[in-house]
């Protein structure tokens, strides 16, 4: 049973930056594709980024944000710049066993509880 624990939010005006950490007990994570979702209040959970051993990002944070992962850790992070408001949300880590990554959330086994940002304008 893979267990994963975010840390790293918090409150960060526009334009600057946050580095969030995805640390995973109880599974090999170079098995597994990691990936990055987020929530914003009254709105559906949506995939932000993906992770195997390529890296795919979702055009709305694409260029600002970049998923990466150190398997001798078993962390993955999401490094985020020139943050927008509309980039608030809780942010959670998930993970699927094997190389295919996907955009919906349904195909993850695995979550982590979530971590808020904040961006203030």
């Known amino acids: 049973q893979v267990q994963l624990v975010e840390s790293g939010g918090g409150l960060v005006q526009a334009g600057g930056s946050l580095r969030l950490s995805c640390a995973a007990s109880g599974g090999t994570l170079r098995s597994y594709t990691m990936a990055w979702f987020r929530q914003a209040p009254g709105k559906e959970r949506e995939f932000v980024a993906a992770?195997?051993?390529?890296?795919y990002h979702a055009d709305s944070v694409k260029g600002r944000f970049a998923i990466s992962r150190d398997n001798a850790k078993n962390t993955v992070y999401l490094q985020m710049n020139s943050l927008k408001p509309e980039d608030t949300a809780v942010y959670y880590c998930?993970?699927?066993?094997?190389?295919?990554?996907?955009?919906?959330?349904?195909?993850?086994?695995?979550w982590g509880q979530g971590t808020q940002v904040t961006v203030s304008s």
């Open positions: 998930a993970a699927r066993w094997g190389s295919t990554y996907y955009t919906s959330l349904y195909k993850y086994d695995y």
């Open positions: 992770i195997y051993t390529g890296t």
